[in-house]
T-cell receptor, first 115, second 112 residues
Framework: KAGVTQTPRYLIKTRGQQVTLSCSPI?????VSWYQQTPGQGLQFLFE???????NKGNFPGRFSGRQFSNSRSEMNVSTLELGDSALYLC??????????????FGQGTRLTVV | GEDVEQSLFLSVREGDSSVINCTYT??????LYWYKQEPGAGLQLLTY?????DMKQDQRLTVLLNKKDKHLSLRIADTQTGDSAIYFC????????????FGQGTELSVKP
């Protein structure tokens, strides 16, 4: 069974640009969550999508957005990039039977560098 | 809001047991997790425990949960150099969907 796939693995962008990251969850999983990992702030929750709807949102500015498609694949977008957006972005996939999340499996992450 | 705390570093000798500790604040936490992260990699789910359990054992891993003190621990028996990594404790409250709150991570160093 394939794991959680995130693409691309590495990205370098310039300040002011926008970026889109992709996450393909484990087959059959309906919940996808996104996290930002930085040395200073650690792992912080961005948002969660379940059945194409945003179910939960963290404390990030509106420049961070996401969506989920009918096949459960998810994308997150960051507009007007700032240097502080440089981070490892991790996606987590959960089966979410009856909407209840138990195990969450993470992808390898996308390393975003903003210059 | 929910807060999860871990000590930052732990150093042990190969073959010894390692115990990594975690405290959390939200007593309604339903699932509690341990993840492992190696350099340049994502998070690997090691094990998790439901809040109505006190202990869970899985091969070399033992998880203990003290709900009264809101304390979670991960014991690794016969620690190997390959266990060197950062270990994260995370909690999930059932009413917040898939949102996990993570501790800062404990860097485990295993010396031969």
């Amino acid at each position: 069974k394939a794991g959680v796939t995130q693409t691309p693995r590495y990205l370098i962008k310039t300040r002011g640009q926008q970026v889109t990251l992709s996450c393909s969850p484990i087959s059959g999983h309906r919940s996808v969550s996104w996290y930002q990992q930085t040395p200073g702030q650690g792992l912080q929750f961005l948002f969660e999508y379940f059945s194409e709807t945003q179910r939960n949102k963290g404390n990030f500015p509106g420049r961070f957005s996401g969506r989920q498609f009918s096949n459960s694949r998810s994308e997150m977008n960051v507009s007007t990039l700032e240097l502080g957006d440089s981070a490892l972005y991790l996606c987590a996939s959960s089966l979410a039977l009856r909407g209840l999340n138990t195990e969450a499996f993470f992808g390898q992450g996308t390393r975003l560098t903003v210059v | 809001g929910e807060d999860v705390e871990q000590s930052l570093f732990l150093s042990v000798r190969e073959g010894d047991s390692s115990v990594i500790n975690c405290t959390y604040t939200d007593s309604s936490s339903t699932y509690l997790y341990w993840y492992k992260q190696e350099p340049g990699a994502g998070l690997q789910l090691l094990t998790y425990i439901f809040s109505n359990m006190d202990m869970k054992q899985d091969q070399r891993l033992t998880v203990l949960l003290n709900k009264k003190d809101k304390h979670l621990s991960l014991r690794i028996a016969d620690t190997q150099t390959g266990d060197s990594a950062i270990y994260f404790c995370a909690v999930n409250t059932g009413n917040q969907g898939g949102k996990l709150i993570f501790g800062q991570g404990t860097e485990l160093s295993v010396k031969p």
